[in-house]
């Protein structure tokens, strides 16, 4: 049992690591010419080809696919999937205008609206231990963010697509834990990265009939692909299972420290103590909210 729940921890925490690298990548594509609808652009498409390859090599398990997907059930993943795309078209368009570290910090705010959303649906006030969290979320915000820092100029559009991020964000992780959940990982991966493809087409639409440079594709297509829509959710789905949602939430909670050192150490950008203290203060608040589930 322990030696699942530890397999299952290293599945979750190199998925949220995979994440973790993915805006220092889209902003080194940047610092090279390329564009936000380049690098969406090929990252879904070769997402897609992908999980395209892996699922008709999949092996098929006779327990999940007794009621086969219709083209009505393809359709509400494909529907979903759309707030993936548009989470990584807001996400990229962040990180364009503000620091990695301050994007993601942002991005993260989807653990509050998350909570927000879960109040509106479910017409129910939050439990204390949600409601302190989200208030530790919000300082540490205001510390990860530099927003007390008198000296810098703070940057609202980048901020503005941050939030967008985060709202879209939180769609995608409640369609991902409710619509077509029957169905294998993998195809409802497929579908839902189909989405994203479609929506993300139709945004550049202009952008693929002119000046589109083909060659992100070999420079840095593949790779941000992999680290963004192909090994994540495989980890994760693998991961999940053995950890439960509370620990596995926990354990993602990696990809905040991840974004920030890599953006440390390959882009050089500046990280204060004040900001540390931020993303201290954010880690202590995901932890405190999924304890209980953890526990339980």
Same mark, same amino acid.
């Given at each position: ?14 998925? %949220?690591?995979? =994440? ?10 940047? $610092?090279? +010419? =390329? ?8 990252? =879904? ?18 327990? $999940? ?6 083209? #009505? ?7 979903? +999937? ?26 993260? $705010? ?13 017409? #129910? ?17 205001? /510390? ?15 901020? @503005? ?9 939180? %769609? ?13 990982? $993998? ?16 945004? =550049? ?22 680290? @963004? ?12 299972? /053995? ?9 993602? %909670? ?23 203290? @931020? ?5 202590? %608040? ?11």
């Amino acid at each position: 049992m322990k030696n699942n729940v530890l397999k299952g921890s290293l599945f979750i925490a190199l998925g %949220a690591s995979s =994440f973790g690298m993915l805006a220092t990548f889209v902003k080194m594509a940047y $610092q090279e +010419g =390329f564009t936000t609808a380049e690098v969406t652009l090929s990252q =879904f498409g070769l997402g897609f080809l992908g999980l395209l390859i892996l699922n008709l090599f999949r092996k098929r398990n006779p327990v $999940q696919e007794t009621k086969p997907s219709g083209i #009505k059930s393809n359709l509400r993943l494909m529907l979903a +999937g759309t707030s993936m795309g548009l989470t990584s078209v807001f996400y990229y368009m962040s990180v364009k205008f503000i620091p990695v570290s301050v994007a993601i910090v942002l991005l993260m $705010q989807t653990v509050w609206i998350g909570v927000l959303v879960e109040m509106i649906v479910h017409k #129910k006030m939050p439990e204390m231990r949600k409601i302190l969290s989200v208030l530790i979320i919000l300082v540490g915000t205001i /510390l990860a963010t530099n927003l007390l820092k008198e000296t810098i100029t703070i940057n609202w559009e980048g901020f @503005g697509w941050g939030i967008l991020a985060a709202i879209s964000y939180t %769609a995608t992780m409640y369609s991902s834990n409710n619509i077509e959940i029957n169905l294998p990982p $993998q195809k409802r991966s497929l579908y839902m990265i189909l989405g994203g493809l479609i929506v993300i087409a139709l945004i =550049f639409n202009a952008s693929l009939r002119e000046g589109f440079s083909y060659s992100i594709l070999l420079r840095w297509g593949i790779l941000i692909s992999l680290f @963004g829509t192909i090994l994540p959710p495989l980890l994760f789905t693998r991961g999940m299972p /053995l950890t439960g949602i509370g620990l596995g939430a926990i354990i993602a %909670a990696i990809e905040i420290p991840v974004t920030i050192l890599m953006a440390y150490i390959w882009l050089k950008e500046p990280v204060n103590f004040l900001q540390w203290t @931020g993303v201290i203060l954010i880690l202590s %608040a995901i932890i405190v909210m999924n304890l209980e589930q953890k526990k339980n």
